[in-house]
């Protein structure tokens, strides 16, 4: 492995329970890249899930998809695409339409986001799954934990891994592989509330 000093990030990991393969749900290219990257750096195996039913327009999702998809590849790693269903997330969302960014609405939405990945967690056998949402500045770490913490518990035999992927030098990362792999960066979290 590389020493600190080759290293592109700086940031030592230790994942739960010392596991070396873990469940990366994956919101995007431009915030997931550099995650990864410190994922293999430090001798974990992500496993990419792509669930994000809140992505609106269909045409949004997709192309985040793709960029994703093209990353993962690349690295000659898996990624999994999570059922789109826009009209369910929705649904889970009714009534809180005019909430602030940060508000009870983005909690809810990561809680069904992180329900499903750990439910895949579980069904696969990966004890560990953690998630790109938390190296957002625009997002609240503490309702991303209480969200992963929500999962968990309702997916015995999965442990939800509460990592800040904002520090380490993974910011400045970011920007390189977003230049590098001239990723599409989006303006926007994903809903149509947080376009507004």
Not at 82 to 108: F, N, T, V
Request: aromatic share 10%; with cysteine.
């Amino acid at each position: 492995m590389t020493t600190n000093e080759q290293r592109h990030t700086n940031l030592t990991l230790e994942v739960p329970g010392g596991e070396r393969e873990v469940l990366l749900h994956t919101c995007c290219a431009p915030c997931s890249s550099a995650i990864i990257e410190c994922l293999l750096e430090n001798g974990i195996r992500p496993v990419i899930f792509y669930y994000n039913p809140n992505i609106y327009p269909l045409e949004e999702y997709e192309i985040r998809k793709a960029e994703c998809t093209r990353y993962a590849k690349a690295l000659g790693l898996e990624i999994v695409d999570g059922d789109y269903d826009h009209a369910a997330w929705r649904s889970d969302m009714e009534g809180m339409e005019h909430e602030p960014e940060r508000g009870s609405r983005c909690l809810s939405c990561f809680q069904m986001r992180l329900f499903e990945t750990a439910r895949y967690a579980a069904e696969r056998g990966l004890k560990v799954f953690t998630t790109t949402l938390a190296s957002s500045r625009w997002k609240s770490l503490e309702q991303i934990h209480a969200a992963g913490r929500y999962a968990m518990e309702r997916h015995p035999g999965t442990l939800f891994w509460e990592q800040n992927w904002r520090k380490g030098g993974l910011s400045e990362r970011r920007k390189a592989i977003i230049a590098e792999h001239n990723f599409y960066n989006q303006t926007y979290c994903g809903c149509e509330f947080s376009q507004k």
